[in-house]
């Protein structure tokens, strides 16, 4: 398989990392409003939540992108290495997402025919324009 390191994008949405910082944004200002300090307790609290969580979402997004670890394409060569095929006929990938596998057999067995499919719902658009 060709090593050219294309982007086929990530599967942790930037939209989800901003929602996750604003949130923590919001829930630590709220820590500094006068009310009682149970109230501002669980605002801190829950900022932390969202901050931790904000940053297991950007590591995850740093380590499958091309620009960090590079992991989904590691996963994308193993699964293709492990390939046991002659190319001939048909194959479908189920859950595509951006297609990376499906177009990974395709440049490999050229006169097969390759089929990806998934459902993208509103949260993974990028995938949809992507393939088409």
């Known amino acids: 398989m060709n090593n050219e ?3 086929y994008a990530n599967w942790v949405p930037k939209k989800m ?4 910082l604003m949130l923590t944004l919001l ?3 709220l820590t500094f409003l006068p009310v009682h300090i149970i109230v501002r307790v669980v605002f801190g609290i829950l900022s932390v939540v969202f901050l931790l969580f904000f940053f297991y979402f950007y590591y995850s997004y740093h380590v499958f992108s091309v620009n960090g670890g590079a992991f989904q394409k590691t996963i994308l060569n193993l699964v293709m290495d492990k390939l046991v095929w002659d190319g001939q006929g048909n194959t479908l990938d189920i859950g595509t997402g951006a297609g990376a596998l ?4 395709a ?3 050229s006169n097969a025919k390759v089929t990806g499919i998934d459902y993208w719902g509103k949260g ?6 992507m393939c088409e």
């Open 17 to 20: 990392l901003i929602a996750f």
């Open 102 to 105: 499906a177009i990974g057999v």
């Open 107 to 109: 440049k490999k067995y």
């Open 5 to 7: 390191m294309l982007d």
């Open 27 to 29: 829930f630590g200002g």
């Open 124 to 129: 993974w658009s990028y995938s949809q324009r």
